[in-house]
């Protein structure tokens, strides 16, 4: 699948979000890399590139603090390649973005790995 592509599928997985969370979206920018980075694995103790679908960094809504103006903006990036090789079909890809992406959005929104698992 061409970048162009995935990058089209993250658009609509975040168009899917209900109204009531897509409002209190704030100061997160969402991207598509093909691979994370040494940094990034490291962060979540991952060795293997292939095992990082997607990551959450920044301060989760739920911990920001009142006077969280001028922050740098939170980032949430998608990894194309890991998730394109774990998929069979567009149909998969099409469904893992999604997953990943509202998966990373939990943690924005304050959930741990638990909740989400849970949910």
Same mark, same amino acid.
């Given at each position: 699948?061409?970048?162009? @592509?995935?990058?089209?599928?993250?658009?609509?997985?975040?168009? &899917?979000?209900?109204?009531?969370?897509?409002?209190?979206?704030?100061? $997160?920018?969402?991207?598509?890399?093909?691979?994370?980075? =040494? *940094?990034? /694995?490291?962060? $979540?103790? /991952?060795? *293997?590139? @292939? @095992? /990082?679908?997607?990551?959450?960094? !920044?301060? =989760?809504?739920?911990?920001?603090?009142?006077?969280? *103006? !001028?922050?740098? =903006? &939170?980032?949430?990036?998608?990894?194309?390649?890991?998730?394109?090789?774990?998929?069979?079909? &567009?149909? &998969?890809?099409?469904?893992?973005?999604?997953?990943?992406?509202? @998966?990373? /959005?939990?943690?924005?929104?304050?959930?741990?790995?638990?909740?989400?698992?849970?949910?």
């Amino acid at each position: 699948m061409n970048r162009a @592509h995935f990058e089209q599928l993250v658009e609509e997985a975040l168009a &899917d979000l209900p109204p009531e969370f897509a409002a209190r979206l704030d100061n $997160v920018t969402i991207m598509v890399e093909d691979w994370a980075s =040494p *940094d990034q /694995l490291g962060k $979540v103790n /991952l060795r *293997d590139r @292939h @095992h /990082l679908l997607g990551l959450y960094e !920044g301060i =989760p809504l739920t911990e920001r603090p009142r006077a969280y *103006d !001028g922050a740098l =903006p &939170d980032r949430i990036t998608i990894f194309r390649i890991p998730i394109e090789e774990m998929s069979r079909s &567009d149909s &998969d890809i099409k469904t893992q973005v999604r997953n990943t992406v509202m @998966h990373e /959005l939990g943690h924005y929104f304050g959930m741990s790995e638990e909740q989400l698992r849970d949910i």
